[in-house]
């Protein structure tokens, strides 16, 4: 064949494929580049199949992993997340970073609280120094759920870390006040009042005790105030009345030594200023 | 000294092996590539170019350690150039080592020139270089010692094609040892489990050699792992090269 | 205590095992010859016979199943044996890359504690003075065969092996080797020539053996073997007509009008040349032909 007539078939053939291309590339299709992953049963084969080179597998599939979960295109990609996480926790347990960001997409883009919980379950089971799993399942389970039962017992397995931060502490606190159980919540921001040398946390911990303090002392005034209700058929006029009456030994005052704000008409006790702005 | 000599000869040849360079720019191009990978990472971005990197290096080092070490001797014998050679006053098992040594010089060099690109590139990240790293290094190079042993035990007397699977298998199954640990333990006791414990003890078990976890992970190493280690890859190295100049030995030059 | 003979073989015994069943080929069947010291020692015999096998068992190279093999007395395996002993191969092949020197400069390190000859010497003994930076890689067959030569006088050795060392070469070139083997047994050394081509084997041997099939058919000395009697008579005679030339002996060829007679009978010659005067033809040759190696060497051949 002349050299010119197989020059230009090259040059023909070459941009028949090139224009090919460009015309499958808009064809959408709906497979992943290497979602074979997901069928994979568990991280154990995979870790044989890596022949030692288990730590650069778990890199790589981490890396995969965040580009299929941010991809759009596939609205039902969240029913692998516990699966594909839990691989590369199998093929590198102590590589944290996944454990943390595979939690968060399990919040924020699959709104899937278990699944992040268990995530973090597994890198707190894996690593059991890490306070941080369980720091964020606490995090997660008060900010999102509002389940400060869930939250308590959280931050207590990070407390209990050594090298946790102290603010665990105080959020486990602030959790036993949510929780209503007053004593407990007192003893512990005593504790932490106590055991600080930190000006700003004693400051902190101070509001919290006042407002722990108010809470138990508006507490025993209501049931107070309900005890007078029940006899007189009316609210008292001030509480000094209840004392009169002796439904109260005497009247509570917030830890200032403030009096609390009674609202006669509706029987109503506020703490005089906000707790924060003491 | 005539190992010396033989060691030396064979450095020339082995470096001049091409296939030597096409596996030196591939260790170069995932090197890179790692580096543009752990901009696609969500947290620390170091441990996907020291993973890549160590990964590499093995990886590469035992290909060029096969690739060599399968054709070594099988060359020398099939090209005759062995004929003048152990004519001369030199004996077999002195031939052998003079082999051995020539390739284990050269790939010492090329894994000090992976090496120092792959710590370019992570000082170019800003990355900083741990005396675990050089240990685990240190130890690729144990691994890289033995598995020139293997490929020049079946180079002996396999030819390359046949040696080359036979070496690879010998990787893979040193690097899967750790699972027929875990098998044994499901087994009730018995002959057959007695059977297995011995072929597991006799088997390589090259993760050993394998401080990729720890060093990513900065994680603690046992000293004695690494004296025990150490000794466990020399002698097992030894052991194949003995048994490499007992199949050399009394073989007929046809 | 009687001189060790440079090579001593006895009842050599060798065969190989053929494809994977392991049939079993018998290639020397108890061989046994003497290499006195200071001689040029022929080892002739057709391809396949077993030469090069020989050559092997004696370097070691291949194991024998039986005998023995000494060389001045000393086991054919020991150092001392492999110090006195210098091997040139059939169809030599070395490191490609290396230069003439730098092969030389190589194989000398293995003479570890022994002296070597000066490779430039050698280069120059076998006529590659000028290639000695050349890669062997661009090395003609004849030049291979002479590097292969000066690798095998390196350590100066007492007893030579040579397999086929003129083949490959042109006959300037092999009369320089031929030379050079000459002057290795003017200076005592002992050669063992192992070769297929007849010519080269008279020209410069003591003594000779023949192999075929595995066995030595005949060995000794080149003028005991060959007898110096007349076999036949060549006469080239013209101008006389072929039939009447019959009647003496048989006649081999024509060309132009001459004829070219093999005349067996010696009383025939005298008869015929006698009848050519008197038929006025012209005699241009008489040449009396004696038994050469290639006459024995076929009939051997021909008798297995």
Not at chain 1, 30 to 59: E, N, Q, T, V, W
Not at chain 1, 246 to 273: H, M, N
Not at chain 2, 14 to 31: G, H, K, T
Not at chain 3, 152 to 168: F, H, I, K, S
Request: proline share 3%; with cysteine; glycine share 6%.
């Amino acid at each position: 064949m002349q050299k010119k007539v197989l020059a230009l078939l090259l040059i023909i053939s070459c941009g028949m494929f090139m224009g090919l291309k460009v015309i499958t590339d808009k064809i959408p299709r709906k497979i992943i580049p290497g979602a074979s992953i997901i069928y994979i049963p568990s991280g154990k084969y995979l870790k044989f199949a890596s022949f030692g080179h288990s730590s650069l597998l778990a890199d790589l599939i981490y890396i995969w992993a965040i580009q299929y979960f941010s991809n759009y295109s596939v609205p039902e990609r969240f029913q692998y997340l516990s699966h594909v996480f839990s691989i590369i926790s199998e093929l590198d347990p102590e590589y944290l970073d996944p454990y943390q960001v595979g939690a968060l997409i399990a919040i924020y883009d699959a709104r899937d609280f278990d699944t992040a919980i268990d995530i973090l379950e597994l890198g707190l089971k894996k690593n059991p120094e890490q306070w941080i799993f369980p720091w964020q399942a606490g995090h997660y389970a008060q900010i999102l759920l509002k389940d400060f039962e869930l939250a308590k017992k959280y931050y207590q397995t990070a407390m209990e870390i050594e090298g946790s931060p102290p603010i665990i502490k105080r959020l486990y606190s602030n959790a036993i006040y949510e929780l209503g159980d007053y004593h407990t919540a007192w003893k512990n921001w005593l504790e932490i009042y106590n055991n600080s040398d930190d000006e700003r946390v004693k400051k902190i911990a101070s509001n919290h005790l006042y407002r722990t303090k108010a809470a138990m002392d508006i507490q025993k005034i209501t049931g107070a105030l309900k005890e007078y209700q029940n006899k007189f058929n009316r609210l008292p006029e001030k509480l000094a009345d209840l004392v009169a009456s002796r439904f109260l030994d005497s009247v509570p005052q917030d830890l200032d030594g403030q009096d609390y704000v009674y609202d006669s008409d509706t029987g109503e006790i506020e703490t005089a200023v906000i707790p924060w702005k003491r | 000294m005539k190992i010396r000599a033989v060691a030396l000869n064979t450095f020339k040849e082995a470096i001049r092996d091409r296939i030597l360079y096409l596996l030196l720019f591939f260790a170069a191009v995932s090197f890179i590539l790692s580096r543009l990978l752990s901009l696609l990472t969500v947290g620390d971005k170091t441990k996907i170019i020291i993973d890549a990197g160590l990964s590499s290096l093995s990886i590469f080092g035992v290909l060029m350690a096969i690739l060599m070490g399968t054709g070594l001797v099988y060359k020398e014998i099939d090209k005759k150039t062995v004929y003048t050679l152990l004519s001369k006053p030199i004996s077999r098992n002195q031939f052998i080592l003079g082999k051995f040594l020539g390739l284990i010089i050269t790939l010492f060099i090329m894994l000090l020139v992976m090496t120092a690109i792959f710590f370019i590139i992570i000082l170019l990240h800003s990355g900083t270089i741990s005396w675990k790293l050089f240990v685990s290094l240190g130890f690729v190079f144990l691994e890289l010692c033995l598995i020139t042993s293997v490929a020049l035990l079946f180079s002996c007397f396999s030819t390359p094609i046949l040696s080359s699977i036979f070496s690879l298998s010998f990787y893979l199954i040193g690097h899967l040892s750790w699972g027929l640990e875990t098998l044994i333990k499901k087994m009730s006791p018995g002959i057959t489990k007695i059977l297995t414990q011995v072929a597991y003890t006799l088997l390589p078990d090259l993760e050993n050699f394998n401080f990729k976890t720890e060093v990513v992970h900065n994680l603690p190493i046992q000293p004695e792992m690494f004296l025990f280690s150490f000794f466990y890859g020399i002698t097992y190295t030894f052991f194949i090269l003995m048994l490499a100049m007992l199949v050399f030995r009394k073989r007929d030059f046809i | 205590m009687p001189k060790a003979n440079a090579l001593e073989i006895k009842n050599l015994h060798k065969s190989f095992k053929s494809g994977f069943l392991g049939k079993k080929i018998k290639v020397l069947k108890g061989i046994s010859l003497d290499v006195k010291k200071g001689e040029i020692f022929g080892y002739l015999g057709p391809n396949g016979a077993g030469k090069t096998t020989t050559l092997k068992c004696i370097l070691g190279l291949l194991f024998p199943d039986k005998g023995t093999i000494n060389i001045f007395g000393y086991g054919h395996l020991s150092t001392q044996s492999k110090q006195k002993t210098g091997f040139l191969p059939e169809n030599p092949y070395f490191y490609d890359y290396l230069t003439a020197s730098e092969f030389l400069n190589f194989y000398s390190k293995l003479f570890h504690k022994q002296k070597t000859q000066n490779p430039d010497a050698l280069l120059n003994l076998v006529g590659l003075k000028d290639n000695s930076t050349t890669q062997l890689r661009k090395f003609s067959k004849g030049m291979l065969q002479r590097i292969a030569l000066a690798q095998a006088l390196l350590n100066d050795p007492e007893l030579v092996l040579l397999d086929e060392p003129l083949g490959g070469l042109d006959p300037i070139g092999r009369k320089e080797i031929r030379d050079i083997i000459l002057d290795l047994k003017q200076k005592g050394k002992t050669v063992f020539l192992s070769s297929h081509i007849l010519q080269d084997i008279e020209m410069i041997c003591d003594r000779v053996a023949i192999l075929v099939n595995g066995s030595l058919v005949n060995q000794g000395r080149l003028d005991e073997l060959v007898s110096q009697e007349i076999l036949f008579t060549e006469i080239t005679v013209s101008k006389i007509d072929r039939r009447e030339l019959e009647k003496f002996g048989k006649t081999l060829t024509h060309y132009g009008n001459k004829s070219l007679m093999q005349i067996y009978d010696q009383d025939k010659v005298d008869e015929i040349l006698q009848f050519i005067k008197e038929k006025k033809g012209e005699v241009h040759s008489l040449i009396p032909r004696t038994q050469t190696l290639e006459d024995i060497f076929v009939g051997m051949v021909k008798q297995k």
